[in-house]
């Protein structure tokens, strides 16, 4: 109004606005309550910033007033919770969202415990009010007493001795008690994650998230910045191979308008331009990367793979532009490494049901069970009202990721998998039933999934498998996982 009836900017608006805002705080009696206006001028500030085209401020990125907090909100989207580790923000809870959601994701990869879908927690919670968040099963208890707090320190206590113990087998290999190898690999989202991923142990990078440059700033990141980034962790991770993920923005990774000018709310994201869809679309977002990745592949061993791709044709197109840039740098006698294997990720049914004409054409499969489950039972993964049919053991599910496995056996075309239910501990022994033999996780879960492999006889599991998918109930499919979890 203030605007459109009185003609100011946009700036003016605002500073108008939080004065007459401020000023009724500043009324309050409630010295607690008469603080809250900072909070305005926390918001005001940074909108006006904005607006003004102006860098975020310094304070906004490493904030130490938080340190030591746990954070509840409606909801978080991935940009907010990648910022949780500079604020030192030690747990996280929000009203909304599903566990398989970017956010959670990344809650894990950062190592901060967190729970969401939790409705209405914050009428039960306060400022200040003291909590402590179990994410392991997914409960906050709102001021503890003595007890409580005395079991959850032993807990803690407790847990980092588990991952002592465990962190002594980081060098072993990861083979079946009937010699059979499995490679296990790590799953990240930032660069920084690859010191987590060295004291795993992890022999390899499956999926390097790389969305996550993209956030949280003003401008898309560039060729050189690419490149420098992909040297940099090749240099670090010295010989590991690295699985570098193009960038899968879109559903529910959004990047800022700034990077991504022509992003517009779509009405169903998790459906519309996301991954290479918008990366063919949009190829001044995909060519800096791509040209980055081929040159970086002359410094260590890369591989690519293609997130969200439902049909060959996407992929043919992608062959097509990586030639070319090829073509380009002999031109200009600029290194790089012509072998490096070029995937896919299978996270889209119709990519499943094709998956034998993937596995004749590239180098490697990879299942991101995130995303096909999330597509296959129709539901959004990050809405929690539907969140109940997020179902890895459907039947549709399971016929999909062994329709993929065996495209990928029959073809000699290795196919892993690196979505979520790679590393749900209860499943391990059951995906290699089914014939997995490569797991990205992660690294977090990575020590107790190669502790379960070691302790597995593949012989013994395979016949419980074939016995698991035929059986007609859900009850029975479960008891059967059940018994081979208990060999
Ligand atoms: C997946 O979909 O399983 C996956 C690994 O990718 P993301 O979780 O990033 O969508
Ligand atoms: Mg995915």
Redesign the pocket.
Known sequence: RLIREMKRNAEWALKLQRDALVAVFEEMEDPYLRTRKDDVDHVVNRIQRNLMNQEQLKHEVPDSHLNGYIVLADNLSPADTVMMQHHGIVAFATEYGGP?S?SA?LARSLGIPSIVGLHRARRYIRDEDLIIVDGNSGVIIVEPDETSLAHYRGVQKEEKRFLARLSKTKDDQAITQDGIEVELHA?IELPTDIAAVKKVGATGIG?Y?T?FLYMNRDTSPDEEEHYETYTAMLKSLRGIPVTI?TL?LG?D?QSDEAVHPQNHEETNPALGLRGIRLCLKETSLFLPQLRAIIRASAHGPIKTMV??VASYNEMQQVKVMIRRIQEDFTRQGIKFDPDMPLGT?I?VPAAALCADIFAQRLDFL???????I?YTMAIDRINDEVNYLYDPLNRGVLRLIRMTLEAGAANDTPVSM????AGDLYLVRFLLGLGLRRFSVHPASLLEVKDIINRSHIGKIKRLTNKAMKVPTRAGLEDIISQMNAM
């Not at 990879?366 to 096909?372: A, H, R, V, Y």
């Not at 690196?418 to 239910?421: L, P, V």
């Open positions: 398989t970017h994701i799953n999926l998230r969305e993920r899968d559903g990774k997130p969200m990720m996270e990879s299942i991101g069970t995130n995303d096909l999330q690196c979505g979520e239910m």
